[in-house]
Nanobody
Framework: VQLVESGGGSVQAGGSLTLSCSAS????????MAWFRQAPGKEREKVTSIDGDGFTTYADSAKGRFTISRNHGRQGLWLQMSSLKPEDTAMYFCAAAGGRACYPSESGYNYWGQGTQVTVS
């Protein structure tokens, strides 16, 4: 599975941004997909995930502001972010687990995109 993110950029606090992840390869429809982020000097953290059936989980920091979605036919994953805060500034990564299960930490994810930068000022 290959993953390519896009949609990052700079936005003012309170603004919105939508990240996209294009997936290629076999198994996308079955895999749990997730968004992680890593701010400078901090560890990579899981933001949200969605399994093959559409069940979603969110970090507390993302609840009510971020929405994850996927489209099996288009092999795409999206992250809609609103009410953005300066503390959301980070490199955002799309990740795919090797199976249906979603995991809380990055160790559970086998495939990663190159990341897309989000800066909120």
């Amino acid at each position: 599975v290959q993953l390519v993110e896009s949609g990052g950029g700079s936005v003012q606090a309170g603004g919105s941004l939508t990240l996209s992840c294009s997936a290629s390869g076999v198994g996308f429809n079955r895999y749990c997909m997730a968004w992680f982020r890593q701010a400078p000097g901090k560890e990579r953290e899981k933001v949200t995930s969605i399994d093959g059936d559409g069940f979603t989980t969110y970090a507390d920091s993302a609840k009510g502001r971020f929405t994850i979605s996927r489209n099996h036919g288009r092999q795409g994953l999206w992250l809609q972010m609103s009410s953005l805060k300066p503390e959301d500034t980070a490199m955002y990564f799309c990740a795919a687990a090797g199976g249906r299960a979603c995991y809380p930490s990055e160790s559970g994810y086998n495939y990663w995109g190159q990341g897309t930068q989000v800066t909120v000022s």
